[in-house]
């Protein structure tokens, strides 16, 4: 700054659906009026630390809601999702050196490059299934993360420092905390709203069929490479954008924020929040990063108390923390 999955026949990840928000439907406005008030809050307190931690927050959240696309309604288990992140990071390094300064076309050009990249890399890995899927995206990802390392103009593994962080238009500077913020927050929103469209799509539900059984749905005549390699695209596309705020964010990028143990990390916050739960990504990357901020304040071997309370989280919420809401409903039938 990456439940049993692997298997030979066609993935499940047995999470039930569900419809919208998966929790009242004011809750969402709730948390956006929340979060759309921090800058306020941060203005008048004096606290931008906290502000700036909100917004790194939400660029991550934007990488895991992208995992949750793949892992959690798609039934393909990727272990190099990272990797469009830092394809996405280095295409506004790329960039920023040919002298484009807009921050819109940087955001752009980072999604539609990550959103090759991964359409290249699912071309490959999609003919494939279970831990040999999980393989070909490792070994992808690990090319990537040699090729930054390798070139030179952009730091090798030093890492680059963007010159200067890129505009938004006139009244939109990103050196502006807030004003960065708000941007970054909607294209969170964004994301998700976009996400539970596509989802409750016809395309939404064809993509569920395939993760569940994928033997009926091409019986029944449903192009299922083409519909997940659509989905692994999509996702590809949205780490990137996270990649590009990241690096403006940072205003720094490393080999390491792509090292295969990132993408390893997205997972385990994916896992943690609950995967194929349309608020799991936003819980379990809150909770993961929280945690780590507040142990690594406390002490250097922060890594042992956060890996014990992941456990003891996971033990006591094996559907993830998401599922906490639905404790004490009855049970539906799927």
Known sequence: MSTPITSASPMRLDAPRERGFGAPTFVPWIVLAV??????????????????????????????????????YGGMVALGHAGFVGVGAYTVAAFVEAGVQSAWALWALSGVCAGLVACLMGTVALRTRGV????????FAQLLYYLAVSMRIYGGDDGYNL??????????????????????????AACFAGLQYLLGSRYGKALCGVRDNE??????????????????????????????????????????SIHWSQSSILLV??????????????????????LEEVLRQSTEYW?????????????????GLAQLH?????????
């Open 163 to 188: 010159p200067f962080r890129p505009q938004a238009g006139p009244g939109l500077s990103l050196d502006d905390s807030a004003t960065f913020f708000w941007l970054v927050l909607a294209f969170a």
């Open 269 to 290: 916050m994916l896992v943690l929040g609950g995967v194929a739960r349309p608020w799991g990504a936003a819980i379990g990357t809150t909770v993961w990063m929280v």
């Open 35 to 72: 979060l759309a008030s921090l800058p306020l809050w941060a203005a008048a307190t004096d606290q931008y630390y906290y502000l700036d931690f909100a917004r790194r927050i939400l660029i991550v959240v934007l990488a895991t809601a992208s995992l949750n696309l793949l892992v959690g």
């Open 303 to 319: 890594h042992w108390p956060l890996g014990a309370l992941l456990i003891l989280i996971v033990l006591a919420v094996p559907q």
């Open 326 to 334: 639905r404790r004490g409903k009855p049970a539906t039938a799927h």
């Open 215 to 256: 033997a009926r749905m091409t019986a029944l005549g449903y192009p299922v490479f083409r519909l997940r390699l659509a989905a692994f695209t999509l996702a590809g596309a949205i780490a990137g954008l996270s990649g590009s705020l990241l690096i403006m964010h940072n205003g720094f990028i490393s080999p390491s």
């Open 132 to 139: 040999y899927f999980i393989m070909i995206t490792l070994a």
